[in-house]
């Protein structure tokens, strides 16, 4: 990465001056030392009034960020800011840190605020709030969007209560004093800390306040680049996820699981046997298969490979990824006819996206204690209250005797939405009376756990005369679960949403909500159908855009090559929008498109607008032979992107260094969408079972050059930033291979063609751990 | 069970434990050593790299019992200790680049590049881009552009 990769905020415009400043209203709580709160919801602004006129597309107006902004509104849960004596503040955000850098950019933001170090500002992750009813998810790239105000008013109020008490103790008035860096002064030079006014500034009883928060032009922190707040405990080892927690009598528990999807055990047949191996301790027979605790997960993986179970059949008995295309075909609406005159030329495309697995490397995992009367669980939850609320009912306990514990996660992508591992968990203690840790062995994960869903992409655009008259969408896909909650807050919100929403279902909503072709293309329909409930899904890194983009991405390439047009030159005269257009342009100077190119190898150039920004990607790919056969051992090479320049716009950037790396991740995800990752269905069961089998990017397939570009923006708002690198990557090396082979392809990913592994076995359901490791050191 | 003697981390250690559950428990799950991490059990992701004898090697395919008495194991918590610092100068690069995301796979990131650093001097030669191609932890958040860079640092301040 060059050091100019980061090209930072403008100069800040701030705002007009001619306009009062907004107030907000906030509490200072009562307390022995200074809390100050503020309502979770503020800076929600309302919906779009009126109609939704036909030509911009819903998400222009109002999008799922409005959405998930929006539905906080009733919400009466405070967010509080805490000073110490000791000079610190401490905030407990009610989001879920899964390597998406939150705390970080969060400990920023009120910094900002506060006048403090950063390194002073300590944020950890508020365990399940259920008096924040549904604000409590994190999704959709919606962290920063929606908790910058309140998180800024808490700390605007705090500071407030600081200068009133630092007016009294330095016999001064407020407007003379100064802050700067935990300390305030008054103008003849004497001063006192945070630390000493903690107490003095707290309130015996809950007042309300009114605030201003800073202008943008007065930030000194908020933009600048910072190192993650967890980066020194990450790289010593010390970084507790929730396998690490030292939780008594928590012993290592996994689950012998079904042979074919969605499987149940009838009976375990060898439970005296099992009982009697070296460590274990408990076997339990539960819903999704039969649970054992034993002193290690070794032996964990020994019992399960020595248990006889017998099943009931699973849910997709017999099917295979055959079948299930077949299904979708039979469900797919035929495209309309456009009303476009009889001369029009027609661009027709057909795509399918297989199953993909959103598992993290940190595998679905919790610790669960369950006595008779409460229970205590502790796992990596981005939506902690509804875990809370399942694992109660699960147990049949009330919801106040669920304590839920949000630890830091090994990755989400969408995978930690669900609770499943916690509920799981709490099940198999409450089955065993004894503490769980409850790990899924890794080959569970692509076989049993949540896959992206396969989906079907039909595109029809005419043209003429050199214009884009239609541009119709129709994707038909497996049904995604929404069961996280993200249902609840839009069946909250309904009434409040722009015409014509409300009429859809779940998923055709929220496809609505996020879905914006940001292309003069006349009359533009995008539109989804969904069938075929028995799989577990959900979202991954995003929910529909990836492979929405790569199609309409594809078929912009041809309508462009059958106008006679170069692909950057008509996207530039189509985009609707001006920073889709700069960030283009940025990707096109940056990485010399139309640069010549030797044959087998070719540039892509690609853009995505969502999360209140937008993104542009320039790849360079090798697909010659030579590369695409290249020797690594044991590994699936393939086409190798050589170059990739990303330019994004997420609005008001907060940390730049964190921006930087989420476009540096969303990368890899898009490109191992594009070539080389997918799970396939056979015979009732899926194939791959570890990442020897289900081919996530791997640095045998990193661009060994790599640029992100962040596009000065004048906006006050942040956008978002975990998802939004992964579309037009996705579809930038798409349009490039198909550029490098000059045959577009229809199929994703590429290799879904090619089985490049032996499947391994299903019973037992868990490989065995190899013992040859001292021959493989290096 | 038997008795298993070891060094760990520049100590001697005796734990009692079957021949052969693997390393990566061992550590983890009786001694409490939990910077190692379990992504596959099957010597794929390498979430558990260390370092045995200075050369790396994944503790989820090496039956304790396999261990001798003089074998040295090196976890990440044990790497300072081997240059006589605070933080290995491969840690202090992965702080300078801000390379962890979700973090679970960076001590096993940070012991591979250690060690590939040091095959690639032991070979006579500096490290090149094909050896970092060869590279086979996986990292989910997808930063390696950033372990790519990280290295390149770190192998310029190690001794």
Redesign the interface.
Same mark, same amino acid.
């Given at each position: 990465?060059s050091p100019s990769a980061q090209d930072h905020q403008p100069e800040s415009t701030g705002t007009n001056p001619g306009l009062s400043r907004r107030s907000f209203v906030g509490y200072v709580i009562g307390g022995t030392t200074l809390v100050a709160g503020a309502d979770f919801a503020l800076g929600a602004g309302p919906a779009a009034a009126g109609g939704i006129p036909s030509a911009p597309q819903i998400p222009e107006l109002y999008d799922l960020e409005d959405l998930q902004t929006d539905s906080a509104a009733p919400t009466a849960g405070l967010i509080t800011v805490k000073i110490h004596p000791d000079g610190t503040a401490s905030f407990a955000i009610p989001r879920s840190e899964?390597?998406?850098?939150i705390t970080t950019s969060t400990a920023m933001i009120l910094a900002e605020e506060l006048d403090l170090p950063v390194s002073k500002v300590h944020v950890t992750l508020a365990p399940a709030r259920p008096e924040l009813l549904l604000n409590q998810l994190t999704g959709g790239s919606n962290t920063t969007v929606s908790t910058y105000t309140p998180i800024r008013v808490a700390a605007a109020i705090a500071k407030g209560a600081l200068l009133d008490a630092a007016a009294i103790e330095l016999g001064s008035v407020v407007t003379r004093l100064t802050s700067h860096e935990g300390i305030i002064s008054a103008p003849d030079g004497s001063s006192v800390s945070y630390g000493d006014l903690a107490e003095k500034a707290a309130s015996s009883q809950t007042k309300r306040v009114e605030v201003q928060l800073k202008d943008r032009a007065s930030f000194t922190i908020i933009g600048t680049p910072r190192?993650?707040d967890?980066?020194?405990?990450?790289?010593?080892?010390?970084?507790?996820?929730s396998?690490?927690l030292?939780v008594p009598g928590a012993l290592?528990t996994m689950v012998c699981r079904p042979p074919t999807l969605n499987g149940s055990p009838r009976k375990l047949l060898n439970k005296g046997a099992i009982l009697k191996m070296?460590?274990v301790r408990n076997v339990a027979t539960v819903e999704t298969g039969v649970a054992v605790r034993a002193?290690?997960?070794?032996?964990c993986?020994?019992a399960i490979r020595a248990m006889k179970v017998e099943w009931n059949k699973g849910s997709v008995e017999g099917e295979s990824d055959k079948t299930i295309l077949a299904r979708l075909r039979k469900a797919e609406v035929p495209l309309a006819v456009p009303a476009v005159p009889i001369l029009a030329k027609t661009v027709e495309a057909d795509f399918t996206f297989m199953f993909r697995s959103s598992?993290?490397?940190?595998?679905n995992c919790a610790v669960a204690d369950v006595r008779k009367d409460k229970a205590t669980v502790w796992a990596g939850l981005k939506v902690p209250i509804l875990a809370q609320q399942n694992i109660a009912k699960a147990l049949g306990l009330p919801d106040d005797a669920v304590k839920v514990h949000v630890v830091?996660?090994?990755?989400?992508?969408g995978h930690k939405l669900f609770s499943d591992a916690a509920i799981e968990a709490a099940k198999i203690s409450q089955a065993m009376g004894a503490p769980v840790r409850l790990?899924w062995?890794?080959a569970d994960e692509p076989r049993q756990g949540r896959l992206h869903p396969m989906v079907t992409s039909r595109i029809r655009a005419t043209h003429l005369a050199g214009q884009v008259l239609s541009f119709e969408q129709r994707n038909t896909s497996v049904v995604t679960d929404f069961s996280h909650g993200l249902g609840e807050r839009l069946s909250a919100m309904t009434a409040e949403l722009p015409a014509g929403l409300g009429a859809m279902g779940l998923s055709q909503s929220i496809f609505a909500l996020t879905q914006e072709l940001p292309y003069n293309f006349g009359a533009v329909t995008q539109l989804l159908d969904e069938t075929d409930e028995r799989f577990n899904t959900g979202s991954m890194r995003n929910i529909y855009s990836p492979d929405t983009t790569v199609a309409n991405e594809l078929v912009i390439d041809q309508l462009a090559k059958q106008m006679g047009m170069d692909p950057l030159a008509f996207r530039l005269k189509f985009i609707k929008s001006d920073i889709v257009k700069e960030a283009l342009q940025k990707v096109a100077d940056e990485g010399n498109w139309g640069r010549k190119m030797p044959a087998g190898m070719a540039q892509g150039i690609a853009v995505h607008k969502e999360y209140k920004g937008c993104t542009a990607v320039l790849v360079e790919i090798d697909a010659r032979d030579k590369t695409v056969n290249r020797d690594?051992?044991e590994a699936v090479t393939g086409p190798r992107v050589t170059k990739a320049v990303m330019a994004v716009n997420v609005g008001l950037v907060v940390n730049p260094?964190g921006l930087e790396?989420q476009m540096?991740?969303?990368?890899?995800?898009g490109m191992a969408l594009t070539l080389t990752s997918s799970c396939h269905l056979r015979d009732g069961h899926f194939l791959e079972a570890?990442?020897?089998n289900y081919f996530?990017?791997?640095?045998?397939n990193?661009?060994?050059s790599?640029e992100v570009h962040i596009m000065a923006s004048d906006s006050d708002q942040p956008g978002g930033a975990g998802e939004a690198g992964v579309p037009a990557s996705a579809a930038a090396v798409a349009c490039a291979y198909a550029r490098a082979t000059k045959t577009m392809p229809t199929v994703f990913p590429i290799n879904h063609g090619t089985i490049s592994f032996k499947p391994k076995s299903f019973i037992p359901p868990?490989?065995v751990?190899?013992?040859?490791?001292?021959k493989?050191?290096? | 069970?038997a008795k298993q003697t070891f060094i760990l981390n520049g100590k001697t250690i005796t734990v009692n434990?079957?021949d052969?559950?693997?390393?990566?428990?061992?550590l983890?799950?009786?001694l409490?050593v939990? $910077?190692?991490?379990?992504?596959?059990? #099957?010597?794929?992701?390498k @979430?558990c790299t260390s370092h045995?004898n200075g050369?790396?090697?994944?503790?989820?395919?090496?039956?304790v019992g396999?261990l001798k008495p003089q074998d040295r194991v090196t976890?990440?918590?044990g790497l300072?200790k081997t240059v006589g610092k605070e933080?290995h100068p491969m840690?202090q690069a992965?702080?300078d680049r801000?390379?962890?995301?979700? $973090?679970?796979?960076?001590?096993g990131q #940070?012991m591979a590049a250690v @060690?590939?650093v040091k095959?690639t001097r032991r070979e006579g030669r500096s490290i090149t881009?094909h050896d970092?191609?060869?590279?086979?932890?996986?990292?989910?958040?997808?930063?390696?552009?950033?372990?790519?860079?990280a290295i390149e640092q770190g192998a310029r301040n190690m001794k």
């Open positions: 990465m899964v390597g998406q850098g190192n993650r967890d980066a020194r405990d990450a790289v010593m080892g010390r970084k507790k996820f396998m690490d030292d290592p070296p460590g002193a290690t997960f070794g032996q993986i020994d598992a993290a490397l940190e595998p830091t996660s090994g990755g989400s992508f790990m062995h890794r690594i051992r260094t790396a540096i991740g969303g990368f890899s995800d570890s990442w020897d996530y990017t791997r640095q045998w990193v661009p060994p790599m868990v490989p751990s190899p013992t040859n490791g001292l493989l050191t290096y | 069970m434990v079957n052969d559950v693997r390393v990566l428990w061992v983890r799950d009786l409490g939990t $910077g190692p991490k379990y992504g596959c059990g #099957i010597n794929v992701c @979430a045995i050369r790396a090697f994944n503790p989820c395919s090496v039956r396999d976890t990440i918590e300072p933080l840690q992965w702080i801000d390379v962890a995301q979700c $973090g679970y796979c960076q001590p #940070i @060690a590939l095959k881009d970092l191609d060869t590279i086979r932890n996986i990292c989910r958040c997808g930063t390696y552009m950033r372990i790519r860079e």
